[in-house]
């Protein structure tokens, strides 16, 4: 895992802190559980409306690695913990996408 070289000086906001607790203990296994946590704040900590943040918690794997990044970062956490998530919740779908390639790909021999 990698580890941030330089954090803020600033203590963690309390939000980010509570958010930062649920990743490490598990209890966000899955990111659309973060639609309860402070979303106006992660809104505009990501520079997103709600409509976009919605449809990536509901589909992990559009989140962008900069937005990954940013939350990261803001909860001080190793931004593998929130691509753990992802890539958990995300296996069903990377699966049938990439079929979907391999069919199309032998359709075209």
């Given amino acids: 895992m990698a580890e ?9 906001d309390p939000d980010f802190a ?9 209890t966000i296994n899955k ?7 402070s ?3 992660i809104i505009k900590l990501l520079k997103t ?12 794997w559009k989140f962008g690695m900069q937005h990954i990044l940013k939350l990261a970062y ?10 753990d998530v992802i890539q958990r919740e ?4 990377t699966r049938e996408e990439y079929q979907n390639f391999l069919d199309k ?3 075209k021999k």
Avoid: C
Wanted: hydrophobic share 35%; no cysteine; glycine share 2%.
């Fill in 105 to 107: 790909a032998k359709k």
């Fill in 39 to 41: 979303p106006s704040k």
């Fill in 49 to 60: 409306t709600y409509p976009l943040y919605h449809d990536k918690l509901k589909e992990p």
């Fill in 74 to 83: 803001a909860i001080r956490v190793d931004p593998q913990v929130i691509i």
């Fill in 4 to 12: 941030w070289k330089k954090l803020p000086d600033e203590p963690i």
């Fill in 18 to 26: 509570a958010i930062r607790s649920l990743f490490l203990d598990g």
């Fill in 90 to 93: 995300s296996e069903k779908n």
């Fill in 31 to 37: 990111m659309y559980k973060l639609i309860d946590y």
